[in-house]
């Protein structure tokens, strides 16, 4: 019987593949003792567990950002644009979110009217809001604002935080997917950044397209994560 070739990017995404299984498995069980702890009482087990399951979540969510990159890459994503209630969907994500954020003791709140539908993926979008959230939680001091408005043609999302906002050098150009390399002093891959700005630019209406864009100020002087659809 002849041997089927494959490909190292596939085997790498197969193996993406099982370790995000694994992962899920693994972070079902951690909130299962997480709520016991909680439930007798052991503050310092259950925020030191709420560090570790923050921590699993997101790397649960670069695994899927990989194997969205890679099916992506070889053009076998279907990229499905559709209406969507914009607020369903950040109400969603939010949910999911719910028990990380609380771990750490974080208020997120929406502002978003009930009526504003948009034309979009609705996975890619959950997964660039899943990314801003995480990279929130991970500077913000104890507040979180998921907001989102029609603004001059494009559907505006933004994810702010009450941290420090972003340093100096990675406000210094508009292209944030390209020119963020991998620090090796911080642990930063850049990922986050490029699948959000790409899955960004895969939103067109005419000669118009998406984009990110990082800035510091917004309603709570922090962070600002920001997605602009057309």
């Given at each position: 019987?002849?041997?089927?070739?494959?490909?190292?990017?596939?085997?790498?995404?197969?193996?993406?593949?099982?370790?995000?299984?694994?992962?899920?498995?693994?972070?079902?069980?951690?909130?299962?003792?997480?709520?016991?702890?909680?439930?007798?009482?052991?503050?310092?087990?259950?925020?030191?567990?709420?560090?570790?399951?923050?921590?699993?979540?997101?790397?649960?969510?670069?695994?899927?950002?990989?194997?969205?990159?890679?099916?992506?890459?070889?053009?076998?994503?279907?990229?499905?644009?559709?209406?969507?209630?914009?607020?369903?969907?950040?109400?969603?994500?939010?949910?999911?979110?719910?028990?990380?954020?609380?771990?750490?003791?974080?208020?997120?709140s929406v502002d978003c009217e009930a009526n504003c539908y948009w034309y979009l993926d609705r996975d890619l979008v959950t997964g660039i809001?899943?990314?801003a959230l995480n990279n929130a939680y991970n500077y913000t001091r104890d507040q979180i604002l998921v907001s989102a408005k029609i603004n001059?043609?494009?559907?505006?999302?933004?994810?702010?935080?009450?941290?420090?906002?972003?340093?100096?050098?990675?406000?210094?150009?508009?292209?944030?997917a390209a020119n963020k390399g991998i620090s090796f002093s911080s642990g930063s891959t850049g990922l986050g950044f490029y699948f959000s700005?790409?899955?960004?630019?895969?939103?067109?209406?005419?000669?118009?397209?998406?984009?990110?864009?990082?800035?510091?100020?917004?309603?709570?002087?922090?962070?600002?994560?920001?997605?602009?659809?057309?």
């Open positions: 019987m002849e041997q089927e070739d494959i490909s190292f990017t596939d085997f790498i995404a197969s193996s993406i593949h099982d370790m995000k299984n694994s992962l899920n498995v693994q972070v079902s069980g951690l909130e299962k003792i997480a709520i016991q702890m909680r439930q007798q009482g052991d503050t310092v087990a259950f925020q030191s567990l709420g560090l570790m399951i923050y921590q699993a979540n997101r790397m649960n969510a670069n695994l899927i950002q990989l194997l969205s990159l890679y099916k992506l890459g070889k053009s076998i994503y279907p990229v499905d644009i559709d209406q969507y209630s914009v607020s369903n969907l950040i109400e969603e994500v939010v949910l999911q979110n719910r028990s990380i954020l609380d771990f750490k003791g974080i208020t997120i809001l899943i990314n001059a043609g494009y559907l505006e999302l933004r994810v702010e935080d009450n941290g420090k906002g972003y340093p100096a050098y990675m406000l210094q150009d508009d292209n944030v700005s790409l899955v960004a630019s895969l939103h067109k209406n005419g000669t118009k397209h998406g984009s990110l864009a990082i800035e510091n100020g917004g309603a709570y002087g922090g962070g600002c994560f920001v997605v602009r659809l057309p």
